[in-house]
């Protein structure tokens, strides 16, 4: 019997014991209200399949005898997480609890789905190796959870739209299942990567939150009340294509005044070629100018600035969350806009709204790579309506 055909009562237990660690039976009922026999209903078969394990005894008594801690047992399944890039491929290979025991990348020579599926498969293959030979045989990998920017469906396993790949409704998840024979889930990234922050990053214990992810493109994920939003036909927390004003610059969507065709890093490299006159220049050159203060250079990146600072200010006023984390490859020139956003987070938060805590956390690819495994657990124990 898998974890999803069990009854709802075993999903809470197990998500409850995922989130928070060696419990006792007592602790488990009162974190989730579920009475001492229902516990033991559930507890006892994900005992007997090795889901979960007891563990030693805690200081805690019940009828006078040290009461039993009960945990997930992390090394029951294996799970691979991968995010895709334009050019790369990061992968982790994760325990049941997330955990990451192997990464490895891989270039894509080309964008094209049949190429990006095989090189899935292979890294899959190359994870696989990376870990004991005794957890190596077939159907030790439960899951895979692919991960990817743009409209992605996480229901019906569809990429509906990846500006950066140029792909348009690719059935990704049969793909990469028929592909490697694992059962494989697609998520659009910074949502995954929100679910990882949500399990064990910085939004654990928050009632709400969201991630806002800078770089190739400006992403957001929202989780309310412990769940990520993922919006009733697939898209939710596109800050990247609020219209924050300007008609000079056209978006990857294809519209003027989005946030994402002023601040993404391609938007800020293009502008900083106009303002040099130069059509070659990189963005690293273009980071190096605005640190030597030329002025038309910093002038891009201030306008970046202004742009995510209303993007933030736009989901505190919308959300109202407890803290938004600032993530993503853009980063590396956060001190060039950093003035910028905190300034017009200020000004544009609305009352209260303005106590969000603006917190900003460099994370790997890895850790993005993580939350696509995060995802594939998560649909284990609880499927997608
Ligand atoms: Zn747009």
Known sequence: MTLADRPPAAALLFQTLLAHGPLTRADVGRRTGLSAGAITKVATPLLTDGWIVELGRSAERTNGRPATLIAVRAERARFVGMKITGDELIG???DLTAQTRATARAGLGSRDVG?????IARLVDRLSAQVAPREREPGAIQGIGVTISGDVDGHTGTVQYSPFLNWRRVPLADLVRAATGIPTVIENDVRALTVAEQWFGAGVGLSSFAVV???AGIGCGISIGGRVVSGAHGVAGEVGHLPVGGTDRVCTCGNTGCVEAVASTQAITEQARQAVGDPALTMDEAVRLAHAGHSGVRAVFSRAGRAM???????ANLVGPERIIISGEGLATYDLYEDEIRSTFAARAFGAAAD???VVRPLPFEEWARGGAAV???RVFAPAK
């Open 213 to 215: 992810t800078v770089g």
């Open 115 to 119: 190429t990006v599926v095989l090189t």
């Open 92 to 94: 982790v290979l994760a």
């Open 356 to 358: 969000c805590d603006l």
């Open 309 to 315: 600072g209303l993007a933030l200010a736009s989901v």
């Open 376 to 378: 594939a657990v998560q």
